[in-house]
């Protein structure tokens, strides 16, 4: 039962321009998203998260979108550098389930300069 | 600050012998997971301890794997005996938040191949 799924597994993106990557999930109880991305060989790092209880949160050239009622969340990277090439998971979780991530399958990003 | 600190890096085993994985979180954190990715997957929760109790096991497959906190510090995870299907990486990540909300720092993992 894949309760987050991330139905891209690759995208390419040409230098100075926007990223999107989607995340879909089935579970209307989850209450807060996160986005992390991953380079070869390393563990995930945080990049942005956000509460159910918003519909858009902004850091720098990240923004993550959340349309509750089709349970669908995007991060926006604009404008998009070399440097964004990753792959990049979306995750979520139930406040009264201690903080446990279900992870998306993950969609790895190539940047072309 | 130092990171979420594993080893050993890579591990290559023969099916039904065992291994053990080390992790030692961030300072100060509380909260301690362990992760299985299995090759083009998602990470899965294997097992969570806040301090040294263990809060969430419910997808650790226990006939073979187990997992213990000494001292709500360092942690180590442990399969006996190990099968193909254990190849995968075996990622840590701390968390000094409320174990309902906040990102969870992870280490670089351990990367497990079973021949």
């Known amino acids: 039962d894949q309760q987050v799924k991330q139905n891209s597994p690759s995208l390419s993106v040409q230098e100075g321009r926007i990223s999107i990557l989607n995340c879909d999930y089935t579970n209307s109880m989850f209450d807060y998203f996160l986005w992390y991305k991953k380079y070869p060989a390393e563990g995930p790092t945080f990049l942005i998260s956000?509460?159910?209880?918003?519909d858009k949160n902004e850091d720098g050239r990240f923004t993550v979108f959340l349309n509750k009622s089709a349970k669908h969340l995007s991060l926006h990277i604009v404008p998009s550098q070399p440097g964004d090439s990753a792959v990049y998971f979306c995750a979520a979780s139930r406040y009264n389930q201690g903080g446990k991530l279900i992870f998306g399958q993950g969609t790895e990003l190539s940047v072309k300069p | 600050e130092a990171g979420v600190a594993q080893s050993p890096r890579y591990k290559i085993i023969e099916k039904r012998q065992s291994v053990a994985f080390w992790c030692n979180p961030i300072s100060g954190h509380a909260t301690l997971y362990w992760y299985q990715q299995i090759l083009g997957q998602g990470p899965k929760l294997l097992i969570q301890?806040?301090?040294?109790?263990?809060?969430?096991d419910s997808q650790l497959p226990k006939d073979r794997f187990s997992a213990e906190r000494l001292k709500g510090v360092d942690s180590t995870l442990k399969i006996q005996p190990a099968k193909l299907e254990d190849s995968a990486v075996y990622l840590c990540?701390?968390?000094?938040?409320?174990?309902?909300?906040?990102?969870?720092?992870f280490g670089p993992g351990t990367r497990l191949t079973v021949l």
């Open positions: 990540a701390s968390s000094d938040r409320d174990p309902g909300f906040g990102e969870q720092f």
């Open positions: 301890f806040q301090n040294n109790g263990v809060v969430d």
């Open positions: 956000i509460s159910s209880i918003k």
